[in-house]
């Protein structure tokens, strides 16, 4: 590539996709990779904390950042490896993007129980008399007497196209029907044919289910990252992003159609179902994801008092939320209960049935922003906080998404270590499910064990199981607070002072003095 030290745009080239794109010199990788539609892995939305954004500089040079040593080796580095949300497109450059994984495993496995199928999409078969001169109803109150039983409205789209179809079909056909609203009219008989699509749109994952509304059997599931990933692995990254850029709020929003309206094509090609066959949507999340699926801006949502644009949306179809199924179809979405308690939740509380029973029950959704309700018929307390990035990124060395190659299960046993990698290859990481996992196994044998460190608070730390163990901490004088660290080159330089003292670091716990960041700029 030729260097342009100064231009006002530089060329970049995306391997190995192959996706090129002009620039304003100085803008960093991440972002001209977000804006472009290449995907870039990154939980912290490009504010250099996750260190989850590596990228490699083919050709073209990039200065190492301060951030870059502590993400990777100095072999790496000499190699071009480089925090792409760090790394600032000077000059034209060739940026070689580890493939993300885009397809999360679905938590598709839960306990099942019986319900009456009554769902809000009817269809009915009717065989019309033609009219007469001694018969001259209209269209409509022709089709409407015959639905005796229901009292439907009509879309103005239904009525332009009802006469054509009526005498195509010589007045045998069947009414699409959607709560109170006759949505179609189709030639001849098509009762057996009814789909709903039901959504699952999570702040990391989103997961759509193909329902058959005359079975009550799922049709085809599917899942997918969601596409708003690149401003951020939680919802506050996301809120920020568009209170610091206009036009974020679009796009999180285009991104956000994007990954349904690939999702319901997967889901009808797979079951070979036309999506004009879908007459209902449904969709489930919090209310961030909600509202920047809608493009309702969610700033007040990040600050007290925290308030929701509304917890009930009004009439609402698919074609709002960008979904190319039945161009009538409406769409449900479950309300709120609160800023940070969802539809998510709400859906979850009406599938366990949790509101109707008199045992008070726990109900607990765990994903990037998780919820806990606990409750009873006589009443549910609901709250929430996020988990997904404490347990897959933060400080997480090898923490992943639940996606191939990710440790989701741990058992220790005999002496012997047994792993449940997804995809049943080689572990890369490790995802929220298998820390959880690995963490019980090791309290349920003793090798790490409760210890309060005050103000109610408390942590789990290694118990010395053989001669030699040991940890190091990090000591405020501060503030007191106390925290283990894990910084190689900390322990690096530790291990050479002691080295030069003749002192075996590894039999002792070393703690070191100083000032906590928040101490610090106090």
């Known amino acids: 590539m030729t260097a342009v030290v100064g231009a006002d745009r530089v060329h970049l080239r995306f391997e190995p996709d192959g996706a090129e794109v002009r620039v304003p010199a100085g803008t960093a990788i991440f972002d001209a990779a977000s804006w472009n539609g290449v995907a870039i892995d990154s939980t912290c939305g490009g504010h250099g904390t996750c260190k989850k954004c590596r990228v490699r500089v083919v050709e073209g040079e990039v200065p190492i950042s301060n951030v870059d040593p502590r993400a990777f080796s100095p072999d ?38 019986h319900v009456i199928l009554r769902p809000a999409v009817q269809k009915r078969h009717v065989v019309l008399e033609e009219p007469s001169m001694e018969d001259q109803r209209s269209d409509v109150a022709r089709l409407l007497a015959a639905l005796d039983d229901l009292e439907p409205h009509l879309d103005l789209a239904v009525v332009r196209k009802l006469g054509r179809v009526l005498r195509d079909a010589q007045f045998d056909v069947t009414a699409v029907v959607c709560d109170d609203r006759l949505i179609d009219v189709e030639p001849g ?7 709903a699509l039901a959504f699952d ?86 209310v961030t994801m909600t509202q920047l699926a809608l493009g309702i801006d ?24 960008g979904v190319p199924v039945h161009p009538r179809a409406p769409a449900f979405v479950f309300p709120s209960l609160g800023a940070y308690v969802g539809g998510d939740i709400v859906a979850g509380l009406l599938a366990t049935g949790l509101t109707r029973d008199r045992r008070l029950r726990l109900f607990i959704d765990v994903g990037t922003n998780s919820e806990i309700a606990l409750g009873s018929q006589e009443g549910v307390l609901a709250t929430a906080a996020p988990a997904g990035p404490a347990f897959e ?57 409760r210890v309060e460190v005050g103000d109610g608070l408390a942590r789990y730390e290694p118990q010395r199981s053989h001669a030699g163990g040991h940890h190091h901490h990090l000591v405020c004088d501060g503030c007191g607070r106390l925290e283990p ?24 716990d070393v703690t070191l003095h100083g000032l906590c960041g928040r101490c610090h700029s106090a």
């Open 76 to 113: 790496e580095l000499r190699d071009g490896w480089r925090l792409a949300c760090r790394a600032h497109a000077v000059a034209d450059l060739v940026v070689d993007v580890p493939p993300l994984q885009t397809r999360p495993k679905a938590a598709l496995v839960g306990v099942g129980h």
């Open 189 to 195: 008989d098509t009762t057996g044919r009814r789909f």
């Open 201 to 286: 749109l999570g702040t990391t994952s989103v997961v759509a289910t193909l329902l058959d509304l005359e079975t009550g059997q799922p049709a085809s599931v599917a899942s997918m990252l969601n596409r708003q990933q690149p401003f951020g692995a939680d919802v506050i990254s996301r809120i920020s992003a568009t209170m610091l850029d206009p036009e974020a709020l679009e796009a999180l929003q285009s991104r956000a159609q994007e990954t349904m309206r690939q999702l319901a094509a997967e889901v009808c090609a797979e079951a070979g179902v036309d999506p004009g066959e879908v007459y209902e949507i449904t969709l489930c999340g919090n």
């Open 298 to 321: 969610p700033e007040p949502l990040s600050m007290a008092p925290f308030v929701v644009a509304t917890h009930e949306l009004p009439p609402a179809t698919a074609a709002d939320f």
């Open 393 to 449: 990124a933060a400080q997480i060395r090898c923490g992943m998404r639940a996606a191939e190659g990710a440790v989701e299960g741990v058992k220790i046993a005999d002496g012997e270590l047994a792993l449940e990698v997804i995809g049943d290859v080689d572990a890369v990481g490790m995802c929220g499910s298998g820390l959880v996992d690995c963490v019980a196994e090791l309290v349920t044998l003793g090798l790490l064990s």
């Open 485 to 508: 660290f894990e910084d190689d080159a900390l322990e690096r330089a530790i291990r050479h002072l002691a080295d030069r003292v003749a002192f075996d670091v590894s039999d002792h």
